[in-house]
């Protein structure tokens, strides 16, 4: 390479390293929301639903918490199936 590159190329090597080393993974092991499709994150904050036995974002639950909360629903449901949420921890 011409010496006057160098120090770009250098640069730019570092970016390129900082964009790899920083970058949301494209999945985990705990594989994507099935509502919205986003990567599961790793820090479990999800939520598990026994109805259905998906594992939701917490974006979602909370939308779907939102959505209650508007239509004045007195029984929540599950964000997937719509299956009526259990009322006891069994």
Known sequence: ????????????????????????PEST????????FLPLPLDLKNSMFSCCGKIICMGCDCANKLVLEREARLQPTCP???????TTEE
Do not use: N, V, W, Y
């Open 29 to 36: 092991h705990l594989g994507d929301c099935p509502i919205c």
């Open 80 to 86: 997937f199936c719509r299956h009526p949420s259990p």
């Open 1 to 24: 390479h011409r010496p006057q590159h160098k120090k770009e190329c250098k640069k730019r090597a570092a970016e390129l390293r900082d964009e790899l080393l920083f970058k949301q």
